[in-house]
């Protein structure tokens, strides 16, 4: 379903909806971030979205020096000048507090646009590598067919790594790549430790039992309580020593009749019917005049190693960075203004205030009517 | 002492906890609120040390990693953010009842975890799949994020209930106006956080399945969840609502939470059935 055209065509038209939202908005945005062009214009007060108009009776330039340790703690440090006996300050902070919004849209889109790539020009698959041999061709998920990779990847080595509790604790697969037979590269891959090649991210996925080889098994002539060490493949007819008798392994089961690991014996003595023989790990068993025992064999494992390449994948990561810049310039940014103009009075002065802040209007007004009691004390 | 018996002291500290905030909210005595903050702070001081406790334990079982691997570790750390959002942003909105709806919610989690039958307590080794340095960022943000959303699911449900009824013991509900707005603010933290656990989430299956983004359920409802909290922020910002519309999204936001923590584990299966 998501890989379906129509879920494709939704998250396109999802884009240009963001696209139009945004985009009456911006301009808008940039002139409210570009620096404020009326710094010391009386137009400004009474027409802001916060306006005071208070008396005092202090001198102007006491007032001067009291108001720039003030707006410095409740903005920033103010620009100040004279003007027609009139004393101006601006202050202003978290001018790019508006920007968050146009990152975090512009992010998503990112994020799409890489998805979108990565969809289109991007694949995944598998293939499963036996211990010691090499393959160069995946297998694409969802059954789209097979795809070689340029390259051929060997498996040196897997290994299976339990906890004391049973559980799976470490998949290993010792893997080199080549090119054209000659080896490159190797490492060891586990998972969450994948193996980077040319774009390729070679993954960890799976893993299974390819086949069983070298049963040692131990025969003894309980007539003359000699001992022979025998190595054997399945299938593999071996004589057995001091004996016309033949020995052969017909079968392996993994777990047999829950007694764990088996393998079927068959010893071929000529001119009679074959007998056959389970052996257990480390049971002593017994036919004719010699006994067997299974005292191990090796396993081979073949490792399912995960090949994808997702084109994309730096422009998703790049939008993730941006969602996140622009969330924090949003939330810990406020952009805030404030004009003051203080002009002498008969018997102190008077001080026009005007501010704007785009969020947290109640926490801005609750500190500023304090600097106006600061103001006000004498 | 074992991690797990701080845990079963700290489930009673944190319902001690909420019933004084309540009391000192219905009664509006200050003495009776400093004696639930401190109740609180030590809950989850205690709850900090149990988790210390419990990772140094892992150690000495030589199966070592933080505990936040499984369903137990995972509702004991969820109990434990809501805490931590409480007193870190809750405390501001100087109202008692957060702190006790804060303390309730925490309470039953730890109940549920302590008594719940099919939960394991025991510390169990890190399946290959969750050996990854990305486990602690993921986990921290994501559970940081459904805190907050279950303190606005809180405060919206007492919204509803102030705009239903009227009467006695609905009466003495803080206003609409602050709930909403305590409703708002912790929802856009925890949007925030929530993008930040599915960011981290996404760049941890790139390392460890080759993709990051696979519409494992997991995903699909973290997605399905982002974005109810996102037309609940596009609600207010662009159109302005308030309200009950408000509270509505944002139960349904949490409705959608849960079902991402336990439905997709229960109902569905994934790669996340872990937790």
Known sequence: ?????????????????????????????????????????????GSSQINKTIQCHKSLPDLEQEITPLLKTLVSLPIQVRKDDKSYFFS???????MGF??????????LGGGLIGAIRGFD??????????????????GKGAKKLGFQVRCDDFSIDFYKTGQPKEYRSDLTILENGKPITSKAIRVNHPLLYKGFKICQATYGIAGTANFQIVVKNEKTGKETALTLNLMEKTSLPDSKSLFAIGRFIPDHQNRGPAVLGVLIEPGKAHDMLWLFKDHNQQKRDLSFILKGFDTRYYTGIQVSRSPGVHIVWAGCILIMAGFMLSLFFIHTKVWLQISERKDGCEIKIAASVNRNRKDFE????????????E | MSDTFIISIVTFVYFAAAFIYLISFVFSKKPVAVMALALTVFGITAQTAAFIIRWIHSYQLGIGHIPLANFYESIVFFSW???FIYLVMGRRYKNNLIGALANLFAFIMLAYASLSGDINSQIQPLIPALQSNWLTSHVISCFLAYACFAISFGTSVLYLTKQRFKGNPVDILPEP???????????????????LGIITGAAWADHAWGRYWGWDPKETWSLITWLIYAAFLHARLVRGWKGTKMSLISIFGFVAVIFTYLGVNYVLSGLHSYL
């Open chain 1, 125 to 142: 698959g598998q293939m499963n590598i036996v211990e010691g041999k090499i393959a160069d061709t995946i297998f694409l998920y969802g």
């Open chain 2, 81 to 83: 953010s809501i805490i």
């Open chain 1, 366 to 377: 609750e500190k500023l009517e304090k600097l106006v009691i600061r103001l006000q004390a």
């Open chain 1, 102 to 111: 146009i990152f975090i849209h512009f992010s998503i889109l990112l994020i």
């Open chain 1, 92 to 98: 202003e902070k978290g001018r790019y507090s508006r």
């Open chain 2, 177 to 195: 106006k602050f709930l909403d707005e305590v409703t708002y603010k912790m929802i856009s933290i925890g949007f925030v956080l929530l993008t």
């Open chain 1, 1 to 45: 379903m998501y890989h379906s055209w129509w879920f494709t065509l939704l998250l396109i038209l999802l884009s240009v909806n963001i696209i139009a939202c945004t985009a009456k908005r911006i301009p808008r945005i940039i002139k409210l971030t570009l620096p404020e062009k009326n710094k010391f214009d009386d137009r400004i007060f």
